[in-house]
């Protein structure tokens, strides 16, 4: 069955520094895979997919097959960063959703 | 706003009683998605409407539980008989008639809490 892992909770580190959320999953299957964002007081958006291999507000996301992830990555952190970071799995026409990851960024 | 809609947005309800939330999607958009989301969550997928009809639902979707979209455009969600257990978000999100691309509309939700 397929699923999405998001180890951390929560996560906090400074303006500049870099942050890394991380995104397990498990699928029999060639998996397509999406980090969604939700800032405060928005609703759930797309952020990136990995097929596009695009650099989405600094952000990027490498999937990996060897290690079944697909971690978030952005070098210098800014504080507009800070929200609820989901990372989810497409299967057929529905997306599976892991239990999000809320990102601070602090001055 | 052009996005997709959910009424009402906030309903708080005694244990027992019956409640309908309604989804307007994007009006382009033939599919349709409901999801529920709880605290500490992510959003669980509930059920998926093609146009009209509903092509999957999901084991967290109990007998009290009811979708319909009608005519393809709105969809309601009603849910019977309601437990304590049902309280959280429900969110309804859309996308187009294309290539599913995995990108899905979401709308604000629908929070319900069920006293």
């Known amino acids: 069955a397929q699923r999405v892992t998001q180890p951390e909770k929560l996560l906090s580190v400074f303006k500049g520094a870099p942050v ?6 498990s699928y029999s299957g060639s998996p397509e895979l999406f980090w969604y964002v939700q800032y405060s ?11 596009s291999r695009e650099s989405i507000k600094g952000f990027t996301a490498d999937l990996n097959k060897g290690e079944t992830s697909f971690h978030l990555k952005k070098p210098f952190a800014q504080e507009e960063d800070s929200a609820m970071y989901y990372c989810a799995l497409k299967n057929d026409y529905k997306l599976s959703f892991g239990a999000g990851t809320t990102v601070t960024v602090r001055a | 706003d052009t996005g997709v809609s959910q009424n009402p947005r906030h309903k708080i309800t005694k244990r027992g009683q019956n409640v309908t939330f309604r989804c307007d999607p994007i009006s382009e958009h033939n599919r349709l998605y409901w999801y529920r989301q709880t605290l500490g969550q ?3 997928f509930l059920t998926y409407f093609q146009n009209e009809a509903q ?6 979707l109990s007998d009290r539980f009811s979708a319909e979209r009608p005519k393809g455009s709105f969809s309601t969600l009603e849910i019977q008989r309601t437990e304590q257990g049902d309280s ?4 309804c999100a859309s996308t187009g008639r294309g290539p599913n691309t995995g990108e899905l509309f979401f709308g604000e939700g629908s929070r319900l809490t069920v006293l």
């Open chain 1, 20 to 25: 890394e959320l991380k995104c397990n999953y």
């Open chain 1, 41 to 51: 007081r928005q609703r759930l958006q797309l952020l990136l997919r990995h097929i």
């Open chain 2, 42 to 44: 992510g959003p669980e």
């Open chain 2, 88 to 91: 959280a978000m429900y969110l």
């Open chain 2, 55 to 60: 092509l999957e639902k999901s084991r967290l």
